[in-house]
């Protein structure tokens, strides 16, 4: 497995495709803002909440102990009972940790790549796009380190320490891809990426910087085959992750048993409001 820094070419037709529907402030919160039009069908998949021991829950296990419904517009706080900061804003919220918004868990990607690799017939002509502000890419005084107080340890536990923070400060590439163009959707600014080629195992298990005793494995923010036949988005700090393509891949994505996937239009709102099913909340935070 190797990712290639290939520049922001392989993406325009992304930028093309979208460039009618980022004009319209309306757009911004639906799918349409974010996967091309065009497609089969889309759907949508959510990222697991955790519970008060870490262990990963479902959307639907909570719906139905809040009395609530998943469906494919369904807002996490109204679901749960919970703001976007584990704060409930009801007395009856369930208790446990709102999904993250470091994009879908390692198992969640390796399942939803091993079912997108289906689905296409370049299954290793892949592009991943990786937004540009993540602290580990840039490295250096981005990156906050917590680690003991040196003068404390012994000079074997000491040098470790020094070497660990060495590295996580160490930028992730090299400045061939920092220097490098972007690929850039909108005019908002903050949605640049890196783009890299590579295959279906990347986009199962990506590994962007690696250390003596780490390996940072982010999800891409987006992801498209060669052929163009899906593409994948998941935007900054949300809670699912959207994708488009075949009907017969959607239904294989719903049908897998390791996601949680309901089916969406490109008019399907993601944000609080798209949720007209169960209670909003009406706290000053939301």
Do not use: C
């Amino acid at each position: 497995m190797a990712l290639n820094f290939a520049g922001p070419e392989p993406g325009r037709w992304i930028v093309d495709a979208l460039a009618g529907d980022l004009a319209d402030p309306g757009a911004a919160q639906t799918v349409a803002g974010q996967i091309p039009g065009g497609f089969e069908a889309y759907a949508r998949i959510f990222h697991p909440a955790r519970d008060d021991d870490g262990r990963a829950v479902r959307w639907a296990a909570i719906a139905a102990g809040q009395g609530t419904e998943l469906h494919g517009e369904a807002q996490f706080a109204s679901v749960s009972g919970l703001d976007d900061t584990g704060n409930p804003w009801r007395e009856d919220a369930w208790e446990g940790e709102p999904p993250s918004g470091d994009g879908l868990p390692q198992p969640d990607l390796a399942a939803l790549a091993a079912v997108l690799a289906r689905h296409t017939g370049t299954p290793d002509r892949l592009y991943l796009a990786l937004w540009n502000g993540y602290a580990f890419i840039h490295g250096g005084d981005a990156v906050s380190v917590l680690s003991a107080d040196t003068g404390g340890l012994d000079e074997e536990t000491a040098e470790r320490e020094e070497r660990l923070e060495r590295e996580l400060k160490r930028p992730a590439f090299g400045s061939d891809v920092l220097g490098g163009p972007m690929l850039e959707l909108g005019d908002e600014g903050y949605r640049a990426y890196f783009v890299f080629s590579g295959t279906g195992a990347d986009l199962a298990h990506p590994l962007w910087k690696r250390g003596s005793s780490f390996e940072e494995r982010q999800a891409p923010n987006m992801a498209w085959p060669a052929d163009h036949a899906w593409m994948l988005s998941t935007e900054l700090y949300e809670d699912s992750t959207i994708v488009g393509g075949s009907a017969e891949m959607v239904r294989a994505l719903a049908g897998d048993p390791d996601l949680e996937v309901r089916a969406v239009t490109r008019d399907s709102r993601l944000d609080l409001a798209g949720d007209t099913v169960n209670p909003r909340p009406e706290s000053p935070g939301l």
